[in-house]
Structure formats: C-alpha cells, structure tokens
C-alpha cells in the first residue's frame, strides 16, 4: 500500500495499482472475516462504499502441500464449490498468481454470513476474504494488491470490475475509489449511526440492475449528482448527520432501479415516518437501507410491514453500524 496523501483528520488515501508485493513470514492456516458493504451509499455510484460492522463471511484456508485445491460452502446458500467459479477461491487464485505462487494449493472453507444477490456486497466479502487470505499465507502485506484480486473475484460475479465494495470491505469505514489512470481509494471514519436494512425476498442480479441504466444521463441530473456526493463526503468528515441525511439523494441509479424492488416508495415513505434520516437502495438491490440517530428497531419494523402490506414480499432485515474492514482472525 503506498500513501499519497494524508489528513486532515480522519482522512487516508491510498493508490490501489499493484505495486511490487514484500513478502514476510509464511504460514499455513488462517481464518479471515470480511464484512458486508453498501456500495454507492446515496450518490456515489461506483464510487461511494460503507462498510457494515455485520454481518461478515468468514474465509478459512490452508495451504496443501500437494497443490490439491477445494472450496467448502458453509451456510444456508447454495454457491459454486468449482475453484475457478467461486468469488472467494477466484480471488485466492489471482492473489496467488499476482504474488508469483500460480500453482498453490489450498483447502478453503466459506461461511456465508450473507445473503448472496441481495445488494449488501456479498461477492465483495468473499472476495477480499479470499484474497486477504491468500496474502497472508505467502506473506504478502500490500493492500493494493489484494484490493486488485478481490475487484476480479468481484468481476467474476458481477460483470464489471468495480471497486466501491470491495474497498469498503478491505479498507473499513467509508470509502470512495476515483477510477483515473490509476484506482485510489479514500477513506473516511464516518460518524456513528444507526444502519436498518431490508432484504426484500427477491433476487436481483447486479449484471441486470445495471442493464436497466442509461447509457447517458442528463447534465442537471450529473450536476446534481455531483453537489449530493460532495456534500456526503463533507459531511462525512465533518461527522454531521443532519447534512449527511440531506445530501443521501440520487439521480444517477435509483430512479431506474426502484422500479425492480416491489413496494419501494412506500418503504422509503414508512421508514422517514418512523424517524429515518434517510432511505436509499443499497449497491443494486434489492437492498433498501436507512439510516437513523436512533430508533433503528421501530424503523426497521415500519419498513418490513411496508414490505409486505403494499407488496406482499418477505424480507431479512436487520440493524447494524458503520464497521471495520476484514480482519485476521487467527494465523498459524
Ligand atoms: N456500484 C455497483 C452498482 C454496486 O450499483 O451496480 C453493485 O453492488
């Protein structure tokens, strides 16, 4: 990981290119968690990632002397157990292949701790796991180069290359990628707060959420989308809810994508009467967050009867908080 920029405050960037890798001590077993994410968070399509502190997947792996390689799925989710078709193995694979070990064995075991397809960066998760797992068994510490094997892992899923929940999910806190010549990602602490979010009983594909966007937008909605993503950013740093809540708008995404998630606008409308701050579709759905200084229990049950009264739909739900990145759990 190189710094290139440092403060004020709460405030690291750093230069997502792979660099040359340094290797340290290598190890044989270890077991990393990698959390959930929303990417986007309001305005910043592509670009914009908040990590959740739950729920997190869990990656274990052991390097296998005998080059055998086999992916395990713990969980109530039915997931490829193929190593070249699995998010978490895939990104191992090109981690390994990026540190100059192509031909490394390994065992790994994926508990899901969530649910695929559901807009929360579950191919993201297991993706950093599998790539932070990787580097740690051969000894490699650059974040850059483990950012770049998760965004494959990533792309293997969902299609395109993009960073915003995988960044989140390494780095923690609230992030943004500026996608140049080179990737560099941001981070930002963000304030504390109350997370509520809805897993409406629905699957919806990333690869077909962005079918329904246009190919071009109108310059007042860019505009707008500009101001908004300016102000989440300050506010951010400056760890004010209210402007935060003010500037959580979109034009880019969400008003082509609320149509895919039955019953949207009466959630919205259920959740802000509750005492939400603001409500916004988490990645690409169907997820629908918001957020709140307090009251999360009451808002999150208001948006679940929403869910069913106006569209007849299920949901997961749940109350979380701004989190950290994936971590080492145990090496060995
Ligand atoms: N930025 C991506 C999208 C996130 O909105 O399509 C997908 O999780």
């Given at each position: 990981m190189s710094m290139v920029a440092a403060s004020p405050g709460n405030l690291i960037s750093v230069q997502a290119m792979p660099?040359?890798?340094?290797?340290?001590?290598?190890?044989?077993?270890v077991v990393v968690q990698s959390p959930a994410t929303i990417a986007n968070f309001g305005p910043g399509f592509d670009s914009f990632g908040l990590c959740l502190e739950s729920p997190r997947d869990r990656v274990?792996?052991?390097?296998?002397p005998d080059g055998s390689r086999s992916v395990r799925i713990l969980g109530e989710h039915d997931l490829p157990t193929e190593p070249g078709l699995n998010s978490a193995s895939f990104a191992a694979m090109r981690m390994a292949e990026m540190c100059g070990e192509g031909d490394v064995g390994f065992s790994l075991t994926l508990r899901k701790g969530m649910k695929p397809g559901s807009g929360i960066g579950s191919s993201a998760a297991s993706s950093v796991g599998g790539a932070l797992a990787m580097a740690r068994l051969l000894g490699c510490r650059d974040r850059a180069l483990i950012l770049e094997a998760s965004a494959m892992g990533e792309?293997?899923?969902?299609?395109?290359?993009?960073f915003d929940n995988v960044a989140a999910a390494l780095y923690g806190g609230f992030t943004f990628v500026t996608c140049g010549d080179e990737v560099e990602v941001v981070r930002i602490s963000p304030?504390?707060?109350q997370i509520v979010v809805l897993l409406p009983d629905i699957e919806i594909r990333t690869s077909d959420a962005r079918?329904?966007?246009?190919?071009?937008?109108?310059l007042a909605h860019a505009v707008d989308n500009l101001s908004w993503a300016a102000g989440v950013v300050h506010s951010?740093?400056?760890k004010d809810l209210d402007a935060l809540a003010k500037n959580m708008n979109d034009r880019l995404s969400l008003p082509y994508r609320r149509e895919l998630i039955p019953g949207f606008d009466s959630?919205?409308?259920?959740?802000?009467?509750?005492?939400?701050?603001?409500?916004?579709i988490g990645g690409s759905g169907p997820a629908v967050f918001a957020i709140a200084r307090k009251g999360a229990p009451r808002i999150k049950k208001a948006m679940v009867d929403s869910l069913w009264n106006t569209a007849r739909l299920g949901s997961v739900s749940f109350v979380t908080s701004p989190g950290k990145g994936a971590r080492v759990e145990s090496i060995s």
């Open positions: 660099s040359h890798p340094v290797f340290q001590m290598r190890y044989r077993k274990a792996m052991r390097l296998e792309e293997l899923i969902s299609g395109t290359r993009h304030p504390d707060f079918k329904v966007l246009p190919k071009t937008v109108p951010m740093m400056r959630v919205c409308e259920s959740a802000l009467d509750a005492g939400a701050l603001a409500v916004s």
